[in-house]
């Protein structure tokens, strides 16, 4: 079975504090996720990494960093925590199924397997 | 702007219920997935659909994907309280290179009661 762990699954934190957040997976995926959960927003992509040492934006990635320095490990850095980062963090890794050729194209598909998340609150 | 439109948003049924579960988009989907999540866990993985028109099962549970890969529903038949948590749907963008990036929907908060 995939395995996704995060390191915390809750932390409390000071407002202006350095953050680390991290996640580990044993499945040799070359995709890693972060995703922040909030209550009516659903899951909101923050930063992935396809390859060592290679990071994208993902949708909302200010006050966030990441750092990808192995391929098993991901980590997501808050550099000043501020209260509106309070959330569930999710971590998640993928890798590419492939699925054949159609149409003279080849098809695939990624399947995500989440750690089981960190509950983040910032006072 | 949500790409996945996901509807409801909360359900309370009673056990034995069958109920329905709707994910809508305008975008083409290479896939869709369907996940479920419990208070406190992340989210498990459910089913993956690729091809359009394409219905799996999962016990009492019956996933669609859309003929146009652009919409997929989840029903349940005969509900149990074990079915309860949050509903998921997610969609890798068809096109380009996406790195197995996905789009969430709002979620579905079902609860089923005894």
């Known amino acids: 079975d995939v395995k996704v762990t995060q390191s915390s699954r809750y932390l409390v934190k000071r407002t202006g504090e350095k953050v680390f957040l991290e996640c580990v997976q044993d499945m040799d995926h070359e995709n890693m996720f972060w995703y922040r959960q909030d209550p009516g927003l659903g899951l909101r992509l923050i930063y992935f990494?396809?390859?060592?040492?290679?990071?994208e934006k993902g949708d909302i990635p200010e006050g966030y960093s990441v750092s990808r320095e192995k391929k098993e490990r991901f980590s997501l850095i808050l550099e000043s925590a501020s209260t509106n980062q309070t959330s569930m963090y999710l971590c998640a890794s993928s890798s590419l199924f492939r699925g054949g050729v159609a149409e003279g194209a080849f098809w695939g598909y990624t399947e995500a397997f989440f750690g089981q998340g960190t509950r983040l609150t910032v006072v | 702007t949500q790409l996945l439109e996901q509807s409801p948003q909360f359900l309370s049924i009673q056990e034995g219920e069958n109920l329905t579960v709707y994910c809508n988009s305008s975008s083409v989907f290479s896939s869709l997935q369907w996940y479920r999540q419990e208070p406190g866990e992340g989210p498990v993985l459910l089913v993956t659909v690729v091809t359009g028109g394409e219905v799996k099962k999962l016990k009492r549970l019956t996933f669609q994907f859309g003929d146009a890969r652009k919409d997929s529903s989840l029903h349940i038949t005969a509900a149990q309280p074990g079915d309860t948590g949050l509903y998921l749907c997610a969609g890798e963008r068809a096109g380009g290179t996406s790195y197995g990036k996905l789009t969430f929907g709002q979620g579905t908060i079902l609860t089923v009661h005894p």
């Open positions: 990494s396809y390859d060592v040492k290679m990071k």
